[in-house]
């Protein structure tokens, strides 16, 4: 499911649960939802059982039905999020046609700050949900792993580009400066928007990008 701006998990519709395995997935799903928008709109100290079934329109014993307990389910709705934005940007990658490791590399900050995933739910949420990284260990050891696949794809995406322009850089080194840009920006955006713009940020990324491959000699 792609994370979308302010919208809980529809419960009604041709696409509702037919199964118990469909209606577990729809309800955990619900959940993790109901969590994200809840991190979002009230921030970690006022989440709440009360105020992640609310957003969920689930009943409090759901979670427990689902979930080992409250710090569990936040980290399992950290992933969710994580792994949402991340399949999101892909299908903005394959929209925009991106043929080679260049081109899919570049429209990488296109689609993170595009209107569509650098939303105010979106930002509001990864805020809270790092700021818990430093409370909860599963938050903390769910961001490690993601950020290590995160780091492995985007250094395979550097190696292929310059391989591409015909030499070698260091790949490893150029996709942990492309990501401390992009998460700085999306950081910086999320506390004080009017400082710059998405297409500004965008286009910092794009500028990195082309100065790391430019530099291969």
Same mark, same amino acid.
């Given at each position: ?18 199964? @118990? ?6 309800? %955990? %799903?619900?959940?993790?939802? #109901? ?9 970690? /100290?006022?989440?709440?059982? @009360? ?5 969920? #329109?689930?009943?409090? #014993? ?28 892909? %299908? ?6 991106? !043929? ?6 570049? !429209? ?16 509001? /949420? ?15 050891? !769910? ?29 490893? %080194?150029? /996709? =942990? #400066?492309?990501?401390? =840009? ?13 400082? =710059?713009?998405? @297409? ?13 491959? !430019?530099?291969? @000699?």
């Amino acid at each position: 499911m792609a994370v979308t701006d302010d919208k809980k998990p529809a419960r009604k519709g041709p696409g509702r649960p037919r199964n @118990q395995p469909e209606i577990n997935e729809f309800r %955990r %799903r619900a959940l993790m939802e #109901g969590t994200i928008q809840s991190m979002a709109e009230n921030g970690v /100290a006022f989440t709440t059982v @009360q105020t992640i079934c609310e957003a969920a #329109g689930a009943s409090r #014993g759901l979670i427990g039905h689902y979930f080992e307990n409250k710090e569990t389910l936040v980290a399992e709705s950290f992933k969710h999020l994580f792994e949402s934005v991340a399949d999101h940007v892909a %299908r903005h990658v394959n929209v925009l046609g991106a !043929a080679t490791a260049e081109e899919r590399l570049k !429209a990488i900050p296109v689609a993170l700050f595009s209107k569509d995933v650098f939303t105010p739910r979106n930002r509001h /949420a990864f805020l809270s949900f790092w700021h818990e990284v430093r409370f909860n260990d599963l938050v903390r050891k !769910a961001n490690r792993e993601l950020y290590r696949g995160y780091i492995r794809r985007t250094e395979a995406l550097f190696n292929d580009a310059s391989v591409e322009r015909g030499a070698a850089i260091d790949s490893r %080194r150029a /996709a =942990l #400066g492309l990501i401390a =840009l992009s998460d700085g920006l999306w950081l910086g955006l999320s506390i004080h928007d009017r400082v =710059l713009s998405p @297409q500004q940020a965008t286009d910092l990324c794009l500028l990195f990008i082309e100065e790391r491959l !430019a530099s291969i @000699q």
